[in-house]
Nanobody, 124 residues
Framework: QVQLVESGGGLVQAGGSLRLSCAAS????????MGWFRQAPGKEREFVAR????????DYADPVKGRFTISRDNAKNTAYLQMNSLKPEDTAVYYC?????????????????WGQGTQVSVSS
């Protein structure tokens, strides 16, 4: 069983930065694609970013491109989401997810395990 635990959320002013972490259990972490998704109140969950197992392949949703950076440390079984130049519209619960089938996808149904989520709130 894979467990994912997010941390690093909080309240920040517009223009500020946060770094989210996602600690994973499991011995084959380096084989998984890892994704970040977010869900704002009253909205559907949406894709934010994805990273391949080696960390070379990344993909970003247009609203965060150039502001957010996804990375991973396979030695620590941890994925990260560095969020800079935050905007009020980035306010949401952020979830990390593990894709054990290496689909390399933006679709949430391709991800097998999910964390509990961490709240990010950006004030104007």
């Amino acid at each position: 069983q894979v467990q994912l635990v997010e941390s690093g959320g909080g309240l920040v002013q517009a223009g500020g930065s946060l770094r989210l972490s996602c600690a994973a259990s499991g011995r084959t972490f380096s084989y998984w694609n890892m994704g970040w998704f977010r869900q704002a109140p009253g909205k559907e969950r949406e894709f934010v970013a994805r990273i391949g197992g080696t960390g070379v392949s990344t993909d970003y949703a247009d609203p965060v491109k150039g502001r957010f950076t996804i990375s991973r440390d396979n030695a620590k079984n941890t994925a990260y989401l560095q969020m800079n130049s935050l905007k009020p519209e980035d306010t949401a619960v952020y979830y990390c997810a593990a894709d054990l089938g290496s689909h390399g996808s933006r679709w949430s149904h391709d991800y097998d395990f999910w964390g509990q989520g961490t709240q990010v709130s950006v004030s104007s």
